[in-house]
């Protein structure tokens, strides 16, 4: 089991920027995905970028489409810890994001089994 722990979240404005970060405990392993997704009201939990260490100094990152260009995801393996910087935050990026974790890389929240309690991000016009 690992323990997923979000910090970040908060209330801005369109336009702003903020950072979440995501720490993780519990087993070790070596090749694992960490990712973040998130879930606005109504509607169903998303993929939204993933980082993957896969040995030593190699890593991956992966965006969904919505992002791409706005969000920036990076790692400290020593730490266990992903970041997601958000930039020019829209107002659809309103949702609870959540941290996720796996063996192996995915874009698809069925196959994550490790799951943090999600950090509300709300963005006002």
């Known amino acids: 089991q690992v323990q997923l722990v979000e910090s970040g979240g908060g209330l801005v404005q369109a336009g702003d920027s903020l950072r979440l970060s995501c720490a993780a405990s519990?087993?070790?392993?070596?090749?694992?995905?960490m990712a973040w997704f998130r879930q606005a009201p109504g509607k169903k939990r998303e993929f939204v970028a993933a980082?993957?260490?896969?040995?030593?100094?190699?890593?991956?990152?992966y965006y969904a489409d919505f992002v791409k260009g706005r969000f920036t995801i990076s790692g400290d393996n020593a730490k266990k810890t992903i970041y997601l910087q958000m930039n020019s935050l829209k107002l659809e990026d309103t949702a609870v994001y959540y941290c996720?974790?796996?063996?192996?890389?995915?874009?698809?929240?069925?196959?994550?089994?490790?799951w943090g309690q999600g950090t509300q991000v709300t963005v006002s016009s």
């Open positions: 519990g087993r070790a392993f070596v090749t694992y995905t």
């Open positions: 980082f993957t260490w896969s040995g030593g100094s190699t890593y991956y990152t």
């Open positions: 996720a974790a796996r063996v192996g890389g995915s874009r698809s929240d069925e196959m994550y089994d490790d």
